[in-house]
Every structure is written in structure tokens, then in C-alpha cells.
């Protein structure tokens, strides 16, 4: 399986000696480049995780004390409603009923922030993602600064068991997602191989759209864990794996003996 691997990176323009791989290696294939593409969204995930953390402290370093008492929020001492924005948050505290829940929304969308908290004076208002959610301060009586903080310390962090599972989850969406590309690339291959009049199954082909999906595939996967993010990345590797595909059978085509 490695010299298939290396073949795509060494000498794409070869790559219909992968018309050779058993259906074994071809599993065996799919399921390693799938784990790269899960191992590359893992390292963003928990990248996202630990900017939550942090993000969270900072935003209870400058929280006043507060209760929920009444279904109102009540503070200890007189204070101002402020903003506090970081990256992953936006939040407001609000006791003195000065912000209204579509300010909330609307400097969500329009800072790009991923999540708006809204702490007013009779709601807790929550924003994810453009989506809403209103929580009435009577399923929180007696909630207090204490417990906010609580909440915000241990926001990223995952026992063993939900990690497993995300990662279970994150693997399946990573090989629905390769799935979904080598299709595309194998439906251009095969196109490619009538052009060439080439006799080939479409079994065959189709080893070859893997071998070439990967090199492009496995390139932005590390450039995306160390945080490089490019645009236009699909895009991209559909149209690097089609010209493998061209060298690719344009030699096949001149070379007869394979």
C-alpha cells in the first residue's frame, strides 16, 4: 500500500500502474486517507477546544457578581451593561435592560463571532452559529457567577468516552466527504480513459481517481492542522487529481505493455 502512496507523490504520471491494486489495498487505502483527513479536523477541533477555554476564562476574569433571583438578575453592587468580545465569544451582560435580543444577533453576524451570551436582566439569551436560544431565568433560579464560571472553565473540554465518539463521528464525515470527491474524480477518469480509447473497467479507473484523489488531499490535511487554511481547496484538488489522471493515461496510452 506505501508504494502506492509514494507512487502518487514520486510519479503521478505513472499512476495507472494502481490498476494493479487488490480490492484489499484498496480498502486498505481508503480507510488511511481517511484517517489523515480525521487526524487534520481532530487537530482543528482541538484547537477550537482550547481557544474556548481560554476565551471563557478571560471572559469571567472581568464578571461581576451576580444571582438569579426572582427570574430577575441581580447584582451586588450598581454596574454598567458592557460587551466583551474575543474570539469564539461575544457576550453581554446586561442587568439594567439597556440590550435587546437582536443586537445580540446582529453583531454576531456581523463580527463573525461563532457564539453570542446574552446575561440580561430577565433571560439567558444564547446565539450559535446564527441560531437562537432563549433559556427563561425561572429554570435558573439561584444560578450564580460561581456556577457561570464553572460552566465557562470547563467549555472545550471532553471526557475520553464523548472524544471517542466525536472521533468515530469526525472519521465517518471524513469518509462520506472522500467518498462524495472519488466519485467525482472517477466519473472524470472514466471520461478521460474514452477520449484516450482506453479499455479499461471501471474498477480500474477508479483505483487510479483514488491514488490521485489523495496526493491533493493529504497535502491540505497537513496544511489545515498546522492551521493553514487555502481557499478554494476543493476546487483545487479536483483539478490536480483530473491532470494526474491526464499524464496518467496519456502514458498508459503510449505505453501499451502494462
Not at 103 to 119: A, F, K, M, T
Not at 125 to 134: A, E, F, H, V
Not at 202 to 226: C, D, G, N, Q, Y
Request: aromatic share 14%.
Amino acid at each position: 500500500m506505501k508504494d502506492y502512496l509514494k507512487l502518487g507523490f514520486t510519479s503521478p504520471q505513472h499512476l495507472y500502474k494502481a490498476i494493479r491494486m487488490s480490492r484489499k489495498h484498496l480498502v486498505y487505502y481508503f480507510a488511511l486517507i481517511a484517517l489523515v483527513l480525521t487526524l487534520s479536523m481532530a487537530s482543528v477541533l482541538m484547537s477550537v477546544m482550547g481557544a474556548l477555554r481560554e476565551d471563557g476564562q478571560e471572559i469571567t476574569e472581568t464578571l461581576p457578581a451576580f444571582e438569579i433571583t426572582e427570574n430577575e438578575l441581580v447584582v451586588e453592587e450598581e454596574t454598567e451593561s458592557y460587551v466583551h468580545q474575543t474570539d469564539s465569544f461575544l457576550f453581554f451582560f446586561d442587568p439594567n435592560d439597556s440590550i435587546q435580543e437582536e443586537e445580540i444577533d446582529n453583531n454576531v453576524e456581523r463580527l463573525n463571532v461563532p457564539i453570542g451570551i446574552g446575561l440580561m436582566d430577565d433571560q439567558f439569551y444564547l446565539n450559535i452559529m446564527g441560531q437562537s436560544l432563549p433559556v427563561s431565568y425561572e429554570q435558573l433560579d439561584g444560578f450564580t457567577d460561581e456556577d457561570f464560571r464553572d460552566i465557562m472553565s470547563e467549555m472545550g473540554r471532553f471526557s475520553p468516552i464523548v472524544l471517542f465518539f466525536l472521533f468515530i463521528i469526525t472519521y465517518l464525515a471524513s469518509s462520506f466527504s472522500l467518498l462524495y470527491e472519488w466519485l467525482i474524480i472517477a466519473l472524470f477518469a472514466n471520461i478521460l480513459k474514452t477520449l484516450f480509447r482506453i479499455v479499461l473497467p471501471f474498477r480500474k479507473v477508479a483505483r487510479m481517481a483514488l491514488v490521485a484523489l489523495s496526493v491533493p488531499t493529504i497535502i491540505f490535511s497537513v496544511f489545515e492542522a498546522f492551521g493553514l487554511f487555502l481557499p478554494f481547496t476543493f476546487e483545487i484538488t479536483i483539478g490536480f487529481s483530473i491532470y494526474f489522471l491526464y499524464a496518467s493515461l496519456r502514458n498508459l496510452k503510449k505505453n501499451r505493455t502494462v
